[in-house]
């Protein structure tokens, strides 16, 4: 049984007034891991908006929320908080896939054929959801008999797709269910207590074999004790935002990787989530940090950001991790810049004014130094992150221990929309930095003792692509990777650093020292094609065509003279840089008879498939395509290169 711990609530707390048919008591349930308070705190949100009173309880079941999150929470509703501790223990023999995907919390739901010896109905909803309508009528007793549950329309949705292996004995061809959403009431067929056990058991028993574990384990029982569920209907209860066009939906479900706060698209196109989210946000602050050491420090140098600082600071504030400081650098705004941060009326805010003139170089290792946080995060005056950024961020930290830093992918906007999207491996991220920086700036985070205890500081000497020298020097001591979800809103216009000459200067410079240690030592022109903002204008055709021959021979004596990258790693890295100079700058200019045969170009491609697809499940579909290359790259990388390149005639 579950083991009820905390009861922020005592029975006096709640509203125990009949609801609309004076009759049937209705308990809503809900199982949220310690860093969604904020995903529940907006379901509860919606629920006083849009439905009249027809619960008696709202249960939530967790794994060890904090006392600042339950009085929270039970401001927004009274809510009754139980300590998870599934009845099959923490040792069923679950994939790597399935606990990195979901928590335990997901077997919370099988409480509710327990509570159903208290209550006439129980409705268990996701908290990944946006709730925009009444929804009370799915708890009449008419609307459902026994077990009421969306059907998967898509015809090639069966319950084989909840399983890695079949589980013998079963039709897994049939239909599949959605566990987002389930009601049930005491009209239910069978021994409730007997399914409860049942889908206790088997839960372990079919450990192995599940994929989407929940989901896969009612439908199983359905199956088992010959139960037909009410079909609530999918369009209206459990639509995806990716189709919800018509806007007609009364819940709309982000079931997958991609929600409300980490996804750009859904983020921008649910007002009502963010509004309900802010005001989460207002009521969380109330209640302080919750032991009153931040667990992220945010560095923000400033110098007249009027324009774009009040969004972009509202961003951070916003973030579903509230346990974060703000370190504002100013480096003499003569705008309202230190005005708009005063204004917030934040306690987590905190100005500092840089005097020094050294830059933003300067001004970062300003705020360094005040940080008192145990990670770092970066920020610009002018973008904007996703609530969710930060806990995305920190939990991959905790999960990867061997990492000391991460950005995440980005969405730009403002004058161009593009999906950055930087690759995860470290190896690889260690091998880009030789020709530039594979991160986006504004969205790094770092451990902040990793850093200080090797003495990584920002060098005061450069003006420009600071970022990219400090990463080149990290890299010999630490690793990195990069969050595979767009957490950030880079804005692009006329002011961006990246877009001046200086930083193209810079990054030249440290190109030029990345290939010295490597024992290859480039020519201006061959610099200027290497860089990946476009600099073709500079060189004549006959010059290009002789830097792509430079190019091509020092790329080979850099494999030669490697000691210091993983082998096989840099030679995918400038094989494919080489490609992409050729492509990009070289053929545009009609560079002679010097071109890649249809071998090179498909292997081009297969090195950037493997680069970003072997962390995925994806893989497998590559392994075929790629094994016969793979073999020859394996033994012999140099011989590899030169032959997927054909050379001058």
Same mark, same amino acid.
């Given at each position: 049984m579950s083991v009820r711990d905390v009861a922020s609530c005592n029975e006096a707390g709640y509203d125990l007034r009949p609801n609309w048919n004076g009759k049937n008591r209705v308990a809503l349930l809900f199982g949220i891991t310690n860093d969604h308070a904020f995903a529940l705190a907006n379901v509860l949100i919606s629920l006083k908006r849009h439905c009249p009173h027809f619960w008696q309880k709202i249960i939530v079941y967790h794994e060890g929320l904090g006392e600042a999150d339950k009085a929270a929470l039970s401001e927004i509703e009274p809510c009754e908080f139980i300590r998870y501790k599934p009845d099959f223990g923490m040792n069923a023999a679950f994939s790597e896939w399935a606990l990195g995907m979901y928590s335990m919390l997901m077997f919370a739901r099988y409480e509710a054929f327990q509570l159903l010896d208290t209550y006439d109905t129980v409705l268990w909803s996701d908290v990944d959801v946006l709730l925009r309508g009444d929804i009370s009528s799915l708890v009449k007793p008419e609307a459902v008999s026994g077990i009421g549950l969306t059907l998967a329309k898509r015809e090639d949705a069966t319950l084989g797709h909840c399983f890695f292996t079949p589980v013998p004995g079963y039709d897994m061809t049939g239909s599949m269910f959605n566990s987002g959403l389930m009601i049930v009431n005491r009209e239910l067929e069978g021994d409730r207590h007997e399914i409860y056990n049942w889908l206790n058991h088997k839960t372990v028993e079919y450990a192995r074999h599940l994929k989407w574990p929940d989901q896969g384990m009612l439908n199983l029982m359905l199956r088992e004790f010959g139960i037909i569920p009410t079909c609530i209907d999918l369009d209206t209860y459990h639509k995806h935002p990716y189709w919800d066009s018509d806007k007609t939906s009364v819940i709309i479900h982000s079931h997958g990787p991609e929600k409300f706060w980490n996804w750009p698209d859904y983020w921008c196109k649910h007002p009502e989530w963010r509004m309900n989210h802010r005001k989460w946000i207002g009521i969380r602050k109330k209640y302080g940090v919750g032991n009153g050491t931040p667990e992220v420090s945010v560095v923000i140098p400033t110098l007249n950001a009027r324009r774009y600082f009040r969004r972009a600071l509202t961003s951070v504030l916003e973030q579903t991790l509230f346990e974060q400081e703000i370190i504002v650098v100013d480096g003499g705004s003569q705008d309202d810049t230190l005005n708009i941060a005063r204004s917030f009326n934040d306690d987590r805010i905190?100005?500092?004014?840089?005097?020094?003139?050294?830059?933003?170089?300067?001004?970062?290792?300003?705020?360094?130094?005040?940080?008192?946080?145990?990670?770092?995060?970066?920020?610009?005056?002018?973008?904007?992150?996703?609530?969710?950024?930060?806990?995305?961020?920190?939990?991959?930290?905790?999960?990867?221990?061997?990492?000391?830093?991460?950005?995440?992918?980005?969405?730009?906007?403002?004058?161009?929309?593009?999906?950055?999207?930087?690759?995860?491996?470290?190896?690889?991220?260690?091998?880009?930095?030789?020709?530039?920086?594979?991160?986006?700036?504004?969205?790094?985070?770092?451990?902040?003792?990793?850093?200080?205890?090797?003495?990584?500081?920002?060098?005061?000497?450069?003006?420009?692509?600071?970022?990219?020298?400090?990463?080149?020097?990290?890299?010999?001591?630490?690793?990195?990777?990069?969050?595979?979800?767009?957490?950030?809103?880079?804005?692009?216009?006329?002011?961006?650093?990246?877009?001046?000459?200086?930083?193209? +200067? %810079?990054?030249?410079?440290?190109?030029?020292?990345? *290939? @010295?240690?490597?024992?290859?030592? #480039?020519? /201006?022109? !061959?610099?200027?094609?290497?860089?990946?903002?476009?600099?073709?204008?500079?060189?004549?055709?006959?010059?290009?065509?002789?830097?792509?021959?430079?190019?091509?021979?020092?790329?080979?004596?850099?494999?030669?003279?490697?000691?210091?990258?993983?082998?096989?790693?840099?030679?995918?890295?400038?094989?494919?840089?080489?490609?992409?100079?050729?492509?990009?700058?070289?053929?545009?200019?009609?560079?002679?008879?010097?071109?890649?045969?249809?071998?090179?170009?498909?292997?081009?491609?297969?090195?950037?498939?493997?680069?970003?697809?072997?962390?995925?499940?994806?893989?497998?579909?590559? +392994? %075929?395509?790629?094994?016969?290359?793979?073999?020859? *790259? @394996?033994?012999?990388?140099?011989? #590899?290169? /030169?032959? !997927?390149?054909?050379?001058?005639?």
């Open positions: 905190r100005v500092i004014t840089d005097d020094s003139g050294k830059g933003i170089a300067g001004s970062l290792n300003i705020g360094l130094r005040a940080a008192k946080g145990k990670y770092i995060a970066r920020m610009d005056a002018d973008d904007i992150c996703l609530p969710g950024r930060f806990a995305a961020q920190c939990k991959f930290l905790e999960t990867n221990p061997d990492i000391s830093a991460c950005g995440t992918w980005a969405q730009t906007f403002q004058s161009n929309s593009w999906l950055l999207r930087p690759e995860a491996y470290p190896v690889s991220l260690d091998c880009h930095l030789v020709t530039s920086t594979p991160f986006v700036h504004p969205s790094m985070m770092w451990r902040a003792k990793d850093f200080s205890s090797r003495d990584l500081w920002y060098d005061e000497t450069f003006t420009a692509n600071e970022d990219f020298e400090l990463w080149q020097r990290a890299s010999e001591k630490i690793k990195f990777s990069n969050v595979q979800q767009p957490l950030l809103c880079y804005r692009l216009h006329g002011k961006n650093g990246h877009l001046n000459e200086m930083t193209k +200067k %810079v990054q030249r410079l440290l190109m030029d020292r990345a *290939f @010295k240690k490597l024992g290859v030592s #480039f020519s /201006k022109r !061959a610099l200027l094609l290497l860089d990946q903002r476009d600099n073709s204008a500079l060189l004549s055709d006959a010059s290009i065509e002789c830097a792509m021959r430079e190019i091509y021979a020092g790329f080979l004596s850099a494999i030669r003279n490697n000691a210091r990258y993983d082998k096989r790693a840099l030679a995918w890295h400038l094989l494919c840089h080489l490609r992409w100079i050729y492509f990009e700058r070289a053929r545009p200019r009609g560079a002679g008879k010097w071109a890649f045969d249809y071998t090179a170009y498909r292997l081009g491609l297969a090195a950037k498939a493997w680069i970003r697809f072997i962390p995925n499940e994806n893989f497998d579909e590559y +392994k %075929v395509r790629l094994k016969r290359y793979w073999a020859f *790259f @394996k033994a012999s990388p140099i011989a #590899f290169t /030169k032959k !997927a390149i054909k050379r001058f005639i």
